[in-house]
C-alpha cells in the first residue's frame, strides 16, 4: 500500500497514464468494497472482541482496512499480540 501511495505522491516518477491507472483502480476496490469507515470500525471492534478470547492484544494497535487482490477484495487486520493466554475457555 505504501508503494501505491509512493506511486500517486510523486516519489518515484512514473507516466501520468501510470498514476491515472492505479488512481483508478483504488476507486474501482472502493467501489466493489463499498464500506463506510464506521462500518469497517464494527468490523474491528467485534474482531477485537473474538481474539481477546485467545490472546491478550494492543487494541490501540489494531489496523483494519481493505485491501485489492488481484480481482478480488480482502479485509486485512494487522493485530498487535502482546501474548497467548493459557487458559483457553472451553465452549
Known sequence: MLDILG?????DELPSKDIAKERLRLVLVHDRATVSPQFLELIKEEVIDVITEYMEIDSN??????????SSVALVASIPIKKMKRAIKAV
Open 61 to 70: 494497535g489494531v489496523e483494519v482496512s481493505i485491501h485489492s487482490l488481484e
Open 7 to 11: 506511486k500517486v505522491f510523486g516519489r
